[in-house]
């Protein structure tokens, strides 16, 4: 096999001050550390939220742009930096890693890579970040492969295999660090792969366990998928996961099945397609699922990000551990994240999919709601109500903070799909009958157009407590402070900050380019930084001085 190592190469300068060791006791207490953002969602609960209280709703107008990084790409830029003691860690699509000086923007190293010819990620060729452990950097590339560098010159000390990348595999999200292993999903949910969740020896590079997110045959699940349709089944994963260790559990959410629009031959629910799956973080055996959408037509990835809290609940002693989901089908959902049990599902856009729950949290679909020949309106649309970008959780307010799509419907077409390794394998496709508004300024839209919308709902109850509308549609993430802000954007190209308890907008500035990532917040020597970034460049801001 070709030697991947020999296409590429890292550049490096002397960093200033070499970053400690990060054992997994530092990423497991995160919060403990505001000052560092040390895993893709901020922590291992993925609230994306952070208690740094130098910037306040009353001082947030202050903040002015300290330096910016242009990547040398012009792809979309999806990617959350981690910084950790005086370094930050980011990418430059598809698959470079980058060590910057958080404070002024200087490149300390360079660490750049060639995909082979082979990758063909379906929707982007481009990374979404990095992990990182001990003094190790790791990314998944777009040829399906796992590299760990030096995280003090980006040298590279081993690069495995995933899988095979002329079949459609990939890796497109930033890897999950669970202990002493690196974690990461295959994407490829396009080219009819069998999607799968890999955990891998941090030391060595040598895999530890694989689980299957499509059950084999003669496995539990497998009766839910027709006849061979298993096997070219998709159920792909391309966000990152979360981890609560009293359970010891790891939970990921799984993306659609293949062919996406036409089911006529994958008869059944199709496990674990659209589903979170609890696997044990040792082996990758699987604990408990919950599907989101059985049998989907309409691409309804569940890929969302599973944000973990304790909270209040009805009829619970204490606090109860939750797991919380805004998810792609346009539904709010609260799990019990011990066992998986089906507290709360409401929509938090306009859905006409389904009607309800059925008495086990099953969702149940209005007869007509499945794609045809001639094409079948359904609310939410082909992208969702949200989609892979992050929401957040405030422990300060208690409310959940969704990215959504509003007025949002997608006529759904079905055509016939043959299976061709390595070629795409969708079934139809989705016309979009109500294009964004592109034009006419901030939070301006006509009416009965879609628009992008930050939406707070009480997670106790699913209720809408305030909306944050904007004219047009949004990829962006959000983050949420113990000082009561939020920060977000969209593609209209604002970065802006809402008091989190009302919505109010507080600050925005215009970024030339979308918003299409998650933002994250930093400190270094007392100076509180936020991050973001929008078009092809990364944007830092701290407070006047």
Same mark, same amino acid.
């Given at each position: ?57 009353? /001082? ?33 699509? $598809?698959?470079? #890693? ?16 060639? $995909? ?5 990620? !379906? !929707? ?7 992990? #990182? ?19 003090? /010159?980006?040298?590279?000390?081993? /690069? ?78 391309? #966000? ?10 790891? *939970? ?17 629910? /199709?496990? *674990?397609?659209?589903? @979170? ?5 040792? +082996? ?18 569940? #890929? ?5 809290? &304790?909270? $209040? ?19 709010? *959902? ?17 859905? +006409? ?9 099953? $969702? ?32 300060? +307010? ?14 759904? @077409? ?32 006509? &009416?009965? &157009?879609? *628009?992008? @919308? ?6 106790? +109850? ?5 909306d944050f509308p904007m004219s047009d549609v949004t990829d962006a993430g959000i983050m949420t402070t113990s000082t009561n802000l939020l920060f977000s954007g969209g593609r209209e190209g604002y970065f802006f900050a809402l008091d989190a308890r009302d919505g109010k907008l507080l600050w925005k500035a215009t970024l030339g380019g979308r918003v299409t990532s998650g933002p994250m917040t930093y400190s270094i020597n007392g100076r509180q930084y936020i991050a973001v970034c929008a078009g092809s460049s990364l944007f830092v801001y701290a407070l006047r001085q």
């Open positions: 096999m070709k030697n991947v190592l020999s296409i590429a190469f890292a550049t490096f300068a002397a960093v200033s001050a070499a970053p400690a060791q990060v054992g997994f006791d530092r990423i497991l207490q995160a919060e403990k550390e505001p000052q560092n953002w040390l895993t893709y969602s901020g922590t291992l609960k993925s609230q994306r939220y952070s208690t740094l209280n130098q910037i306040t709703t009353g /001082n947030v107008k202050n903040l002015e742009l300290q330096w910016v990084y242009q990547a040398r790409s012009l792809e979309k830029y999806e990617a959350t930096p981690l910084v950790v003691d005086g370094v930050m860690y980011t990418v430059q699509n $598809p698959d470079d #890693v980058v060590a910057l000086d958080p404070v002024t923007g200087r490149v300390f190293w360079t660490f750049s890579y060639t $995909p082979s010819p082979d990758s063909r990620p !379906c !929707c982007g060729r481009l990374s979404r970040g990095v992990a #990182v452990l001990g003094d190790k950097v790791f990314i998944g590339t777009i040829d399906a492969r796992l590299i760990a560098l030096d995280a003090r /010159n980006g040298k590279p000390i081993w /690069n495995v295999e995933v899988d095979k990348p002329a079949d459609g595999y990939a890796v497109t999200h930033a890897p999950l660090v669970i202990k002493d292993k690196v974690i990461v999903g295959v994407a490829g949910g396009e080219y009819g792969i069998r999607g799968h969740i890999d955990a891998f020896d941090a030391a060595t590079g040598k895999q530890v366990w694989r689980f299957y997110t499509i059950p084999g045959a003669g496995e539990k699940g497998n009766e839910t998928w027709a006849g061979d349709s298993w096997k070219t089944g998709g159920a792909s994963v391309w #966000v990152t996961g979360s981890f609560d260790p009293d359970l010891n559990l790891t *939970y990921w959410g799984i993306g659609n099945p293949g062919p996406d629009w036409n089911g006529d031959n994958r008869g059944g629910d /199709n496990l *674990y397609s659209d589903s @979170v799956v609890a696997l044990d973080a040792d +082996t990758g055996v699987l604990k408990w699922y919950y599907q989101f959408s059985p049998h989907d037509e309409f691409d309804y990835d569940a #890929v969302q990000v599973p944000v973990l809290a &304790e909270i $209040p609940w009805p009829g619970s002693t204490g606090l109860r551990k939750v797991m919380m989901w805004a998810n792609r089908n346009g539904l709010f *959902y609260v799990l019990d994240r011990a066992n998986g049990q089906f507290l709360l599902g409401k929509p938090f856009v306009k859905v +006409t999919w389904m009607k309800g729950f059925d008495e086990k949290g099953r $969702p149940m679909k209005v007869p007509e709601a499945q794609s045809s020949r001639e094409g079948t309106l359904i609310y939410p649309g082909n992208q969702g109500g949200t989609n892979w970008y992050n929401p957040s959780y405030s422990p300060a +307010t208690g409310l959940f903070y969704i990215p959504a799509w509003e007025d949002y419907s997608s006529l759904f @077409v079905k055509q016939d799909a043959e299976y061709v390794k390595g070629q795409q394998f969708g079934g139809g496709g989705p016309r979009n009958l109500t294009p964004p508004v592109v034009a006419g300024g901030f939070n301006y839209r006509k &009416e009965g &157009e879609q *628009y992008g @919308v930050v939406r707070a709902i009480d997670p106790k +109850t699913g209720e809408k407590k305030w």
